[in-house]
C-alpha cells in the first residue's frame, strides 16, 4: 500500500504542473477569455512562486489597463522587480527609470531608485574593461544621496561608491604601470605623476613611487644629451620624494643603487 502511493507521488507531480502550464497557455494564448483581472492576479502569483518569465509576460499583457492607478503602481513596480530578479540589469534599470517619471510620488520610489543604482553597479565590468558603466554607477548612487540623505541605505551607498572607486584606481595604477612594463619610460613617468595627483592616498602609492624612479632613471639614461642632465636630476628628486615617504621601505636598497648610478652620471656629465 506504501509503495503505491510512493508510485503516485511522481505522477502526481507532472499533472499539476501539466495543470499549472495549461492555465499558462489558457492566460497568455492570442484569443484568450481571460480578463484583466485574471491575468493579474495569475502574473502576482507567478511572481511570488518567483516564476518571473511568466509573471513578466502577463504583466506585460495589462499594465496597459492599469495605467495611472494604484492597482497599476504595484503592478509596474512588480515587473521591474522581476526584471530585476531575472539579472537583466540593463531592462530592469530602464524600466525603474520610467516607473520613477510615472509615479513620481509612489512608495516605491525611493526603492526603484536604489534598485536602478544597483542595476548600473551590477553592469560595472572588470577593472581592466572600458569603465563608462562604473563611472554612469557612482553617478547614479550619488543621485539617490542627494535625493534621500536621511535613507537607511546611505551606508550601503558610500560602501558601494568605495569599492567602485577602488577599481577605477586600480585601472589607472594598471595603466600607468604598463607603460613601465612596455618600456615606453617617458609616458610612464606622465601616468604616474597623473595617478598620483588623481589618488594622493592610493593604496599602490609605493608601488607608483617605485616605478617613478625607476621610470625617470631609465628615460634619463636613454636620452640625448641636451635633456640626459635635467632627467638624471628628476631621478633624484623622485628618489628624495620616495625616501621621505616611506624611510623603511624594503624598496630602497635597490633605489640607492640607482641613485648612486644617477650621481655617477651626473658627475661624468659635469666633468
Same mark, same amino acid.
Not at 510615472?102 to 534598485?115: G, I, V
Not at 539617490?144 to 595604477?173: A, G, V
Given at each position: 500500500?506504501?509503495?503505491?502511493?510512493?508510485?503516485?507521488?511522481?505522477?502526481?507531480?507532472?499533472?499539476?504542473?501539466?495543470?499549472?502550464?495549461?492555465?499558462?497557455?489558457?492566460?497568455?494564448?492570442?484569443?484568450? &477569455? #481571460?480578463?484583466?483581472?485574471?491575468?493579474?492576479?495569475?502574473?502576482?502569483? *507567478?511572481?511570488?512562486?518567483?516564476?518571473?518569465?511568466?509573471?513578466?509576460?502577463?504583466?506585460?499583457?495589462?499594465?496597459?489597463?492599469?495605467? !495611472? &492607478?494604484?492597482?497599476?503602481?504595484?503592478?509596474?513596480?512588480?515587473?521591474?522587480?522581476?526584471?530585476?530578479?531575472?539579472?537583466? !540589469?540593463?531592462? +530592469?534599470? *530602464?524600466y525603474?527609470?520610467?516607473?520613477?517619471?510615472?509615479?513620481?510620488?509612489?512608495?516605491? &520610489?525611493e526603492?526603484?531608485?536604489?534598485?536602478?543604482?544597483?542595476?548600473?553597479?551590477?553592469?560595472?565590468?572588470?577593472?581592466?574593461?572600458?569603465?563608462?558603466? &562604473?563611472?554612469?554607477?557612482?553617478?547614479?548612487?550619488?543621485?539617490?544621496?542627494?535625493?534621500?540623505?536621511?535613507?537607511?541605505?546611505?551606508?550601503?551607498?558610500?560602501?558601494?561608491?568605495?569599492?567602485?572607486?577602488?577599481?577605477?584606481?586600480?585601472?589607472?595604477?594598471?595603466?600607468?604601470?604598463?607603460?613601465?612594463?612596455?618600456? !615606453?619610460?617617458?609616458? #610612464?613617468?606622465v +601616468?604616474?605623476?597623473?595617478?598620483?595627483?588623481?589618488?594622493?592616498?592610493?593604496? *599602490?602609492?609605493?608601488?607608483?613611487?617605485?616605478?617613478?624612479?625607476?621610470?625617470?632613471?631609465?628615460?634619463a639614461?636613454?636620452?640625448?644629451?641636451?635633456?640626459?642632465?635635467?632627467?638624471?636630476n628628476?631621478?633624484?628628486?623622485?628618489?628624495?620624494?620616495?625616501?621621505?615617504?616611506?624611510?623603511?621601505?624594503?624598496?630602497?636598497?635597490?633605489?640607492?643603487?640607482?641613485?648612486?648610478?644617477?650621481?655617477?652620471?651626473?658627475?661624468?656629465?659635469?666633468?
Amino acid at each position: 500500500m506504501i509503495k503505491s502511493k510512493l508510485l503516485l507521488y511522481p505522477v502526481i507531480a507532472v499533472l499539476l504542473t501539466l495543470a499549472g502550464c495549461s492555465d499558462y497557455y489558457h492566460l497568455t494564448k492570442q484569443k484568450s &477569455t #481571460a480578463t484583466p483581472a485574471e491575468k493579474k492576479e495569475a502574473g502576482m502569483k *507567478y511572481y511570488e512562486e518567483g516564476d518571473y518569465i511568466k509573471a513578466i509576460t502577463l504583466f506585460e499583457d495589462v499594465m496597459n489597463h492599469y495605467k !495611472f &492607478t494604484s492597482e497599476g503602481e504595484d503592478l509596474y513596480f512588480k515587473y521591474c522587480l522581476a526584471n530585476y530578479e531575472l539579472g537583466d !540589469f540593463y531592462l +530592469a534599470g *530602464y524600466y525603474f527609470k520610467r516607473f520613477i517619471r510615472r509615479y513620481p510620488t509612489s512608495k516605491h &520610489t525611493e526603492e526603484a531608485l536604489f534598485l536602478s543604482s544597483l542595476c548600473s553597479v551590477s553592469n560595472s565590468p572588470e577593472y581592466s574593461l572600458d569603465q563608462t558603466e &562604473t563611472y554612469n554607477a557612482l553617478d547614479q548612487l550619488q543621485i539617490f544621496i542627494d535625493q534621500y540623505p536621511n535613507s537607511s541605505r546611505i551606508d550601503t551607498c558610500n560602501q558601494i561608491m568605495d569599492k567602485l572607486r577602488s577599481k577605477l584606481e586600480l585601472k589607472q595604477f594598471e595603466y600607468a604601470r604598463l607603460f613601465y612594463q612596455t618600456e !615606453f619610460y617617458k609616458s #610612464a613617468v606622465v +601616468a604616474l605623476e597623473q595617478t598620483l595627483l588623481k589618488y594622493p592616498e592610493s593604496v *599602490y602609492k609605493e608601488e607608483i613611487m617605485y616605478l617613478l624612479v625607476k621610470s625617470n632613471f631609465e628615460l634619463a639614461i636613454n636620452s640625448v644629451d641636451e635633456k640626459k642632465l635635467d632627467r638624471l636630476n628628476n631621478t633624484i628628486k623622485s628618489y628624495r620624494t620616495f625616501v621621505g615617504e616611506f624611510p623603511e621601505s624594503k624598496k630602497l636598497r635597490e633605489l640607492e643603487s640607482i641613485k648612486k648610478r644617477t650621481e655617477t652620471e651626473i658627475e661624468g656629465i659635469k666633468k
